[in-house]
């Protein structure tokens, strides 16, 4: 039975401790690495590039802007008008 006097708070971590807590730290991160380019590769599967999309994104954005261009055009001669 351990004495009442003993102190349990002041445990000294040796070096086999320390080799075991970076060890976990390690393979978490490796882990951590694995799933996140496996997630990558998935995502990459799932949902592959367009080349014909990817040639429309500037025309669409274009198009978008003169769109723009025009409602504020719109919206300028409203309020001339009826104000």
Known sequence: MPSLT???T???LTMND???V???IGLTVAMILLITVMMIQFL???FPKDPVMEARIPIM???AEKRAEAIKQLQIE???EHH
């Open 6 to 8: 003993d102190n349990h």
């Open 10 to 12: 002041s445990k000294v």
């Open 18 to 20: 320390i080799k075991t």
């Open 22 to 24: 970076t060890t976990y």
């Open 44 to 46: 990459q599967a799932a």
């Open 61 to 63: 954005k274009e198009q």
């Open 78 to 80: 409203y309020m001339k």
